[in-house]
């Protein structure tokens, strides 16, 4: 009788979060940071490059279609709304800047069709050598809405049942043509081999998509598939077919529950739970001592005008109203949000459970709490308690702004790391599913086929 074989060792990953000139709403106004950032292709160039050289998994860009806030007064002094790439078009540039680290980028299911992602997405993966990730989203505000020809946003229910329906047309479209199909016969004058062409024929509730796509299937089978929804209808959708989940959480204890309830739902989904990567949010700003870096945090909050927290705090709670409610007064009731209902209700808690003032709450999401400030081995001792207490299988790494933040991660955390044996020292594969070791997705069409073609699954 053969001897049991030792379990895979768990790697830790990290993702970069790069959001040009960071993720703080003040961040463009750093003497440090690069004013124009958002638009300035030779610095986040230079972003990507350094994330390459400490060997993060991925970087990543978020993206909103519209300009959530209204008022004039606060989106004029505000950046990254207003003035910044939009991400697939950047991940084409960055493919051919990089070699190696993984390039994700968000795209709307609500705002988007599905045949435009599918090719987007299928061509990004084949530029960059197959390191395309796909951050599937159902966009979050009515500023959204508007720019599509709605009054508001789609509802919430309604946003993830189109979403699931987009997935399924969307890999059903990356998988119109087997990975042999092309013949490139140039004698013979045979460009592919007809057999191996598949057409989708699908009609859903959302969708009537003929396919086939017309490119050759993706380098990685598909691109990796990033979600970050952490309502409840969110995490299901998650649990069903995300690669890479990004989520946040402001303890220990909290993470863990979130971590053993989607890993869960996951293997309840058909799915090997390990192949379901968990990415919590980790702002850091690194110091020589947590004094230093609590003092850069202070420096960088001072630069946010107070009209722009205030408006912050409003948009996170759902667009609601907050200017007719006494500033030094508690939340009032709120009816739940059909924008990000995890963010209004971690919110909502924090203010109960204390007692703050709506003043007070803006001061605190201006200040951005959810920064880890110290020394590289106080934010490592914090990395490793959440790797190995199986809160995290590694993190989505935010920077208050750019890019000092991030050279200090790179050449004085990411060492440290090392040194504790938790990280890597280069990458293991040419492609992110390589990095994220997740294997290649089989197309729906391997043997043994469907009974019939023409149906999506």
Do not use: C
């Not at 050759?216 to 299901?236: E, F, L, N």
């Not at 709670?317 to 971690?346: I, K, M, T």
């Not at 924090?350 to 200040?367: K, M, N, S, V, Y």
């Not at 293991?428 to 999506?456: I, K, M, N, Q, V």
């Amino acid at each position: 009788m053969s001897a049991s074989r030792p379990a895979a060792r768990r790697e830790l990953h990290l993702n970069a979060f790069l959001k040009p000139p960071g993720e703080f709403l003040a961040a463009w106004r750093h003497p440090d940071s690069v004013a124009d950032a958002g638009v300035n292709i030779r610095h986040v160039v230079e972003l990507a490059r350094t994330a390459e050289r400490a060997r993060f998994d991925a970087i990543f860009f978020a993206d909103l279609v519209g300009v959530p806030f209204a008022d004039q007064e606060v989106l004029r002094r505000v950046s990254v709304v207003n003035d910044s790439f939009e991400p697939t078009t950047l991940l084409a540039a960055l493919a051919t800047a990089t070699s190696h680290i993984g390039l994700i980028a968000t795209a709307s299911t609500t705002y988007t069709e599905p045949y435009h992602l599918a090719r987007t997405f299928a061509s990004l993966d084949h530029l960059s050598g197959g390191r395309i990730g796909w951050n599937l989203v159902t966009s979050l505000n009515d500023a959204e809405a508007r720019n599509f020809g709605l009054d508001r946003h789609v509802d919430h229910e309604v946003r993830y049942e189109r979403a699931a329906e987009f997935f399924d047309v969307v890999t059903g479209l990356w998988d119109s043509f087997d990975d042999d199909a092309f013949l490139h016969d140039q004698h013979g004058g045979l460009y592919f081999d007809e057999t191996k062409l598949h057409w989708l024929d699908h009609q859903g509730r959302h969708f009537r998509v003929r396919g086939p796509l017309n490119i050759a299937r993706p380098p990685q089978g598909r691109p990796v598939i990033v979600q970050a929804g952490s309502s409840d209808t969110g995490v299901s959708l998650a649990a069903s077919v995300a690669d890479v989940v990004f989520t946040h959480h402001p303890d220990l204890a909290g993470a863990q529950a979130f971590y053993a309830d989607l890993k869960a739902r996951a293997a309840a989904a058909g799915r090997d739970p390990d192949q379901v990567i968990v990415l919590p949010g980790l702002s850091v700003l690194v110091g020589a001592t947590k004094a230093e870096a609590e003092d850069r945090l202070d420096r960088l909050s001072a630069l946010l005008d107070p009209r722009v927290a205030l408006a912050d705090l409003a948009y996170w709670l759902g667009g609601v109203d907050l200017a007719s409610h006494p500033l030094d007064g508690p939340l009032p009731e709120l009816p739940l949000s059909n924008q990000s209902q995890s963010a209004q209700a971690h919110l909502l808690h924090r203010a109960r459970d204390e007692g703050l003032t709506i003043r007070q709450l803006a001061a605190q999401l201006a200040r951005d709490t959810r920064t880890i400030t110290g020394t590289a081995q106080s934010i490592a001792d914090h990395i490793e308690e959440w790797f190995t207490g199986r809160a995290a299988d590694g993190f989505n790494v935010i920077f208050p702004y750019l890019p000092d933040p991030l050279d200090d991660f790179a050449t004085q955390v990411i060492p440290e790391l090392r040194r504790r044996g938790l990280f890597r020292t280069d990458y293991p594969g040419r492609t992110l599913r390589d990095t994220l070791g997740l294997p290649r997705p089989p197309s729906r069409w391997s043997s043994p086929h469907p009974a019939t073609e023409g149906t999506s699954r």
